[in-house]
């Protein structure tokens, strides 16, 4: 039997009954004849390794003695993997047919791509675009995530409207194929992030270096989503406000560093403001939390940034939206990833990007 060429992992903490639900699911879907399918417990205690043994043989179980949270527990896990790829899979998900035969194949006819997903469709809306990646991420120019088919929390039909293969920003590790000695060799996902957003300061490290992230339309899979935490959970606000300020210090170019951080700060007091106005007071203190955690940590960030920057050789990011997201989906009610105009903004940002080569040299 052929050594398998994939290992479609599964991150699992206290998720007993998702696996119940998901997993046999996995099984059906992952029909490729160099597929594994590995559960990676992070340390549960609810039974879910004891579920895994018992009821699917055909499922390699790897037990964690912690809760090293998503970017920890799959570090461990890949180092321990000597397969070409790995699929990042959410406990929460259902492929759709053949689902991963596409993915592969764009790996292979694009070897400088270090990641690639596929389209990530709603499992109770099933003809929506799903909250997590939808048809690929991108960022605006002061680090606020959108995808194509989800700006905030709108969420587009599929209509077929983004079924042409593409480059994106990020992926999103609902469901992301990596090439596992890229992802082991760069460090893997940041575990000071601990959970949400780290699949995006990855993404970026490896767009820095100039390696390419694709979306995949000819794969889909149907995610629940809201696994973990709640989407108004005080914890999941201070994850996002804090990890978006990691994300942007360590990666962020040297032309507009500091306007940009002072701008996202600002911004960020805006949102704690909404939050207070509105009552959501636990909300309000988790912004406060993130920024006083990103501002004791901005020793640490500094040594990164200066280890990250020693690597980059793309500074020219096409895909990072050079207007503001919450202005033009708040103010100018441009509520689409087609109503944004993304290719104007790519035009101005690679001329201005030409003229600053030309004066410099």
Same mark, same amino acid.
């Given at each position: 039997m052929p050594e398998p060429i994939v290992a479609v992992v599964i991150l699992n903490w206290n998720t007993r009954t998702m696996l119940e639900r998901f997993l046999p699911e996995v099984i059906k879907y992952t029909s490729h004849p160099r597929a594994s399918i590995v559960v990676a417990d992070n340390g549960s205690d609810d039974g879910s390794a004891t579920l895994v043994k018992d009821k699917f043989p055909e499922v390699e179980i790897i037990q964690l003695d912690n809760n090293y949270g998503f970017a920890g527990g799959y570090n461990r896990i890949l180092k321990q993997l000597n397969t070409p790829y790995t699929v990042l899979?959410?406990?929460?998900?259902?492929?759709?047919? &053949? =689902?991963?035969? /596409?993915?592969?194949?764009?790996?292979?006819?694009?070897?400088?791509?270090?990641?690639?997903?596929?389209?990530?469709?709603?499992?109770?809306?099933?003809?929506?675009?799903?909250?997590?990646?939808?048809?690929?991420?991108?960022?605006? &120019? =002061?680090?606020? /995530?959108?995808?194509?088919?989800?700006?905030?929390?709108?969420?587009?039909?599929?209509?077929g409207q983004y079924d042409q293969p593409d480059e994106i920003f990020w992926g999103s590790g609902a469901a992301l194929m990596v090439r596992t000695e890229w992802y082991n060799h760069s460090g893997g996902l940041d575990e000071a992030f601990f959970a949400h957003m780290e699949e995006i300061d990855w993404c970026w490290r490896m767009k820095n270096q100039g390696l390419k992230i694709r979306y995949c339309p000819q794969s889909e899979i149907f995610h629940l989503g809201g696994g973990t935490l709640n989407v108004m959970s005080p914890r999941k606000t201070y994850l996002n406000f804090r990890n978006n300020l990691f994300m942007l210090y360590r990666n962020l170019p040297e032309k507009g560093f500091k306007k940009t951080m002072l701008i996202r700060l600002i911004l960020d007091g805006v949102a704690a403001l909404k939050f207070l106005l509105s009552g959501e007071f636990g909300n309000f203190a988790a912004v406060g939390k993130a920024h006083r955690h990103y501002f004791k940590s901005i020793h640490r960030l500094k040594k990164e940034r200066i280890e990250l920057r020693k690597n980059t050789t793309c500074k020219l990011h096409p895909e990072i939206y050079q207007g503001s997201i919450v202005f033009d989906f708040f103010f100018r009610k441009k509520h689409h990833f087609t109503d944004l105009n993304m290719s104007a903004f790519q035009k101005k940002e690679v001329n201005h990007q030409r003229n600053s080569t030309i004066r410099s040299s």
């Amino acid at each position: 039997m052929p050594e398998p060429i994939v290992a479609v992992v599964i991150l699992n903490w206290n998720t007993r009954t998702m696996l119940e639900r998901f997993l046999p699911e996995v099984i059906k879907y992952t029909s490729h004849p160099r597929a594994s399918i590995v559960v990676a417990d992070n340390g549960s205690d609810d039974g879910s390794a004891t579920l895994v043994k018992d009821k699917f043989p055909e499922v390699e179980i790897i037990q964690l003695d912690n809760n090293y949270g998503f970017a920890g527990g799959y570090n461990r896990i890949l180092k321990q993997l000597n397969t070409p790829y790995t699929v990042l899979l959410n406990s929460d998900v259902i492929p759709g047919e &053949k =689902w991963l035969e /596409p993915l592969i194949q764009c790996m292979e006819q694009h070897p400088d791509t270090a990641a690639c997903v596929p389209k990530i469709k709603a499992l109770n809306q099933p003809d929506h675009f799903e909250y997590a990646g939808a048809a690929g991420g991108f960022i605006d &120019k =002061w680090g606020y /995530p959108f995808c194509r088919g989800r700006i905030f929390d709108v969420l587009e039909e599929d209509k077929g409207q983004y079924d042409q293969p593409d480059e994106i920003f990020w992926g999103s590790g609902a469901a992301l194929m990596v090439r596992t000695e890229w992802y082991n060799h760069s460090g893997g996902l940041d575990e000071a992030f601990f959970a949400h957003m780290e699949e995006i300061d990855w993404c970026w490290r490896m767009k820095n270096q100039g390696l390419k992230i694709r979306y995949c339309p000819q794969s889909e899979i149907f995610h629940l989503g809201g696994g973990t935490l709640n989407v108004m959970s005080p914890r999941k606000t201070y994850l996002n406000f804090r990890n978006n300020l990691f994300m942007l210090y360590r990666n962020l170019p040297e032309k507009g560093f500091k306007k940009t951080m002072l701008i996202r700060l600002i911004l960020d007091g805006v949102a704690a403001l909404k939050f207070l106005l509105s009552g959501e007071f636990g909300n309000f203190a988790a912004v406060g939390k993130a920024h006083r955690h990103y501002f004791k940590s901005i020793h640490r960030l500094k040594k990164e940034r200066i280890e990250l920057r020693k690597n980059t050789t793309c500074k020219l990011h096409p895909e990072i939206y050079q207007g503001s997201i919450v202005f033009d989906f708040f103010f100018r009610k441009k509520h689409h990833f087609t109503d944004l105009n993304m290719s104007a903004f790519q035009k101005k940002e690679v001329n201005h990007q030409r003229n600053s080569t030309i004066r410099s040299s």
